[in-house]
């Protein structure tokens, strides 16, 4: 993945979950979208290196 297409992903992602966060999600689904955000944090900072 290119450094734009990761951008676009970790805005897709953070969106997601302030989404869920503002519906009351769970505390599991609030985790497993937060490791998915924190995946592609960690992706952007190993390809922008």
């Known amino acids: 993945?290119?450094?734009e297409e990761?951008?676009?992903e970790i805005e897709h992602?953070?969106?997601r979950l302030y989404n869920l966060i503002d519906a009351?999600?769970?505390f599991d689904e609030?985790?497993?979208a937060s490791q998915m955000?924190?995946?592609?944090i960690v992706?952007?900072?190993?390809?922008?290196?």
């Open 6 to 8: 990761i951008l676009l």
């Open 30 to 32: 609030l985790l497993q």
């Open 13 to 15: 992602l953070r969106a």
């Open 24 to 26: 009351g999600a769970s």
């Open 43 to 49: 992706m952007y900072h190993r390809v922008a290196a």
């Open 1 to 3: 993945m290119s450094r």
């Open 37 to 40: 955000l924190d995946n592609f």
